[in-house]
């Protein structure tokens, strides 16, 4: 990244944060990016904000649905309005993933639940177009670049594994998927050799076997004007790769050229444990080449030398399991097969310990002990998850010391920072988990469980710009200072750079003196992100007048 071009990122991001301080993100040293340490945003593209109504309704998907089971209007465009507004940067986000925004079926299936489209993106129809509802190509190049300037990467939601379901609109995919057997889970041929439910195809990902381009999509290309140039395209990535036209392949291709082409910086893999382990090894090799690509043709817009990232969903992995995965029949290590991080389902459950400490040293030690070098994406609730910890949002405060602070990456699902809603009367299955972001309650400062909704996002907000600026939160070494009150330290060293903090939860209000021994020498100028306060470290001790129970600790500047 050339000079002048770095000081103008910065100035934007500066800009960007509407107010709000990015402490020491700017200071004598330079923050690096660390997935490690990434604070990523997940939201489902139809539920966030809708910044584009003329797309509402496309497609002909006008059927009436069952309760929170259509298309609500959230698109790409939103999501821009939401960086521009500075939104994510007050939060300390710096990464966003967002649900599938390929083209879905047209059609709508009853799925026990009442009749239902793919709002939520996972219904693929066409791997080269974004749908409509959600927005254009020229939106989503908008959104990465918008985002890349104030320092936020962007994760594209892939699936592998399936089409969208078969409807009178939507046919089979031909020899490129089977319709049954349905998995049954008891071994690793059950989990991945078969469909998920019943009328979700799922992709022979295993075959090597050429396979034809299904007609309906072939007719679909020539009638939008495309099909000589998409088949121009094929021809080249497999004369260049010498892959055989198998199924895999054709969605490796087409899953890479949005990287090649938008400087997408990394993949959420959906379904990873369903998809045989090699497939993702395959695909990390070609997303790699294609970001490099990128990088190249664009040298100007690139934020720094971290590789592509994969972060994968192997439902049910939890971090005590260390590196694999185990299907009762075998074993397999993911994180050897092209990913970086992998999705950890084990914080819900271990977020119920009163003990911060009991969670804090549990990851750092698997994080810095059997899973070094990788890392886990830790969350609470999420999209498809029924039992979420604090699903009737009692603890919002609570929840995000055990997500912010925890070792590892940190996933925000949206509206875990406003309380929204996860029990929605008149829903069935996951759609209760998938409302509309609850803006008003923002606006109305609504109260909820004793708490004001923009009190709780004050908490959220604080707490992941300090992550944001402090790699060593969920990178470094995790060390007890002490116990009542509790304090605890995290260091991170590496590449050039080195970081230490200082937190302190449940401590009283008012003046408080916090010993630093052996942390921060004297002299040092100390700042608590938590209520902004400067402090000296004097005889081995900060003091801190504050309101408030929590206190982030940080260098002010950095040597």
């Known amino acids: 990244m050339n000079h002048f071009y770095h000081i103008l990122l910065l100035l934007l991001v500066c800009f960007g944060c509407s107010g709000t301080r990015r402490s020491t993100q700017n200071s004598t040293s330079e923050v690096p990016f660390l997935w490690e340490n990434a604070n990523i945003y997940f939201l489902l593209t139809d539920r966030f904000a809708n910044g584009d109504p003329t797309n509402d309704i496309v497609a002909g ?59 939520h993106g996972y219904w693929t129809k066409d791997w080269t177009r974004l749908d409509p509802n959600f927005g254009t190509e020229r939106d989503l190049a908008e959104l990465v670049d918008k985002a890349h300037r104030r320092g936020i990467r962007i994760l594209l939601d892939v699936v592998i594994n399936h089409t969208g379901p078969v409807t009178p609109q939507d046919p089979l995919w031909n020899d490129w998927a089977r319709t049954n057997p349905q998995c049954s889970y008891r071994d690793y041929p059950s989990t991945i050799s078969c469909t998920l439910v019943k009328n979700l195809p799922d992709i ?6 050429p396979v034809e381009l299904p007609p309906f999509l072939t007719e679909k290309w ?30 490796i291709k087409w899953l890479t050229d949005w990287v090649r082409r938008l400087g997408i910086d990394g993949y959420r893999c959906d379904t990873v444990k369903h998809v045989e382990e090699n497939v993702w090894a395959e695909l990390q090799q070609e997303a790699a080449r294609a970001f490099a690509d990128w990088k190249k043709a664009n040298p100007a817009k690139v934020l720094d030398n971290n590789d592509f990232y994969m972060v994968g969903e192997v439902y049910g992995y939890n971090i005590a399991g260390g590196r694999d995965y185990d299907f009762g029949d075998r074993k397999v290590d993911y994180f050897a097969n092209g990913f970086h991080s992998v999705i950890n389902f084990g914080l819900k459950y271990d977020a119920k310990n009163p003990s911060y400490e009991a969670l804090f040293s549990k990851y750092a030690a698997q994080l810095h002990g059997p899973l070094r070098g990788k890392s886990v994406l830790n969350y609470l609730s999420s999209h498809d998850d029924g039992d979420p910890y604090d ?50 309650d923002l606006t109305a400062n609504t ?41 605890f330290r995290r260091t991170y060293a590496g590449a050039g750079f080195s970081d230490t903090v200082v937190v ?51 260098n002010e500047k950095r040597n």
């Open 504 to 554: 302190g939860l449940d401590l009283p209000k008012g003046e408080k003196t916090i010993s630093v021994t052996g942390v921060f020498p004297d002299g040092t100028v100390l700042l608590d992100h938590y209520s902004g306060t400067k402090t000296n470290v004097k005889n081995g001790q900060i003091t801190i007048n504050s309101e408030f129970g929590t206190v982030l600790l940080g």
């Open 391 to 440: 699903k009737q949002r009692r603890k919002p405060f609570e929840a995000a010391n055990k997500l912010l602070l925890c070792p590892g990456a940190a996933q925000i699902y949206y509206g875990d920072e406003t309380s929204r809603p996860l029990e929605i009367p008149g829903t069935t299955g996951d759609a209760t988990l998938r409302s509309f972001m609850n803006w008003d």
């Open 204 to 209: 022979k990902t295993e075959s090597n076997e």
């Open 222 to 251: 020539k009638n939008e004007g495309r099909l000589d140039h998409e088949l121009a395209e094929l021809d080249a990535f497999f004369e260049r790769t010498g892959y055989p036209r198998a199924p895999r392949f054709y969605l």
């Open 447 to 487: 109260i909820r469980s004793g708490r004001s909704t923009q009190d709780v996002l004050a908490h959220w907000q604080k707490l992941g710009r300090f992550r944001r600026a402090h790699p060593a939160v969920g990178a470094g070494t995790h060390t007890m200072l002490s116990e009542k009150p509790y304090l």
């Open 61 to 119: 998907r006008t059927a009436q649905t069952a309760k929170l089971r259509g298309f609500m209007g959230g698109d790409i465009r939103g999501i821009i309005q939401k960086v521009e507004e500075g939104y994510f940067d007050r939060l300390g986000v710096s990464a966003i993933w967002f649900t599938p925004v390929l083209e879905q079926v047209h059609g709508f299936v009853d799925e026990g639940g009442g009749v239902t489209y793919g709002f």
